[in-house]
Nanobody, 118 residues
């Protein structure tokens, strides 16, 4: 079992910011890349970022999103700025081997809803 717990979602106006948090077990934090992906209703899962052996932020959000971690707290953060209505989705943190963009997500939490609306 690889528990991951997301928090920090909510309703935000266009142009606003949110910071999502993922709390990770010690074993998971030390042995896996920690990624964020999102899924909107009727749309495919979209990988966003990963922090680990090969840290990345996908090109489509690179100018607005960033990923960071607090090792002492075992948290991984997704900072999202200049949010747009199309960013509305459920956001998940997940484990991903070596943070390779093409690698599958191995386990994920229950997600946190982000809604961008005026």
């Amino acid at each position: 079992q690889v528990p991951l717990v997301e928090s920090g979602g909510g309703l935000v106006q266009p142009g606003g910011s949110l910071r999502l948090s993922c709390t990770v077990s010690a074993f998971t934090f030390d042995h896996y890349g920690i990624a964020w992906f999102r899924q909107a209703p009727g749309k495919e899962r979209e990988g966003l970022a990963c922090l680990g052996g090969n840290t990345y932020v996908v090109e489509s959000v690179k100018d607005r999103f960033s990923i960071s971690r607090d090792s002492r707290k075992r948290k991984v953060y997704l900072q999202m700025n200049n949010l747009k209505p199309e960013d509305t989705a459920v956001y998940y943190c997940a484990t991903q081997s070596l943070c390779m963009e093409s690698a599958p997500f191995l386990a994920w939490g229950e997600g946190t809803q982000v809604t961008v609306s005026s």
